[in-house]
Nanobody
Framework: EVQLAESGGGLVQAGGSLRLSCVAT???????????IGWFREVLGKEREAVSC????????YYADSVKGRFTISRDHAKNTVYLQMNSLKPGDAAVYYC?????????????????WGQGTQVTVSA
């Protein structure tokens, strides 16, 4: 079992930056290093969107086309933490961002189906 806790959301002007953090608490018998970790975002009334994922095995990263070149995902194994650096934010990026995992080693980004979700953190981007 993995529990995920996000932080770092807030209000930012268009063109600005935010860094989201996700701290993972892993049940005994498992380690953070075993799991790929990703980010989804959700806007009320719209379908959830997979934003990014980072594998555990080799750190391979994946991004939605809508955020490529602007967002960067990274992980700090020593801190059991995954970060999402978001630059050049647009009003269309405003959403609740969730840290997620499907408890797999690698990211199946094309068919991402997480089983564990954090509580979410709100990102608001003003025009």
């Amino acid at each position: 079992e993995v529990q995920l806790a996000e932080s770092g959301g807030g209000l930012v002007q268009a063109g600005g930056s935010l860094r989201l953090s996700c701290v993972a608490t892993v049940a005994s018998g498992s380690t953070f290093d075993e799991y790929a970790i990703g980010w989804f975002r959700e806007v009320l009334g719209k379908e959830r969107e997979a934003v990014s994922c980072i594998s555990s095995s080799d750190g391979t990263t994946y991004y939605a086309d809508s955020v490529k070149g602007r967002f960067t995902i990274s992980r700090d194994h020593a801190k059991n933490t995954v970060y999402l650096q978001m630059n050049s934010l647009k009003p269309g990026d405003a959403a609740v961002y969730y840290c997620v995992t499907d408890l797999q080693e690698n990211c199946d980004f094309s068919a991402y189906d997480p089983v564990s979700w954090g509580q979410g953190t709100q990102v608001t981007v003003s025009a």
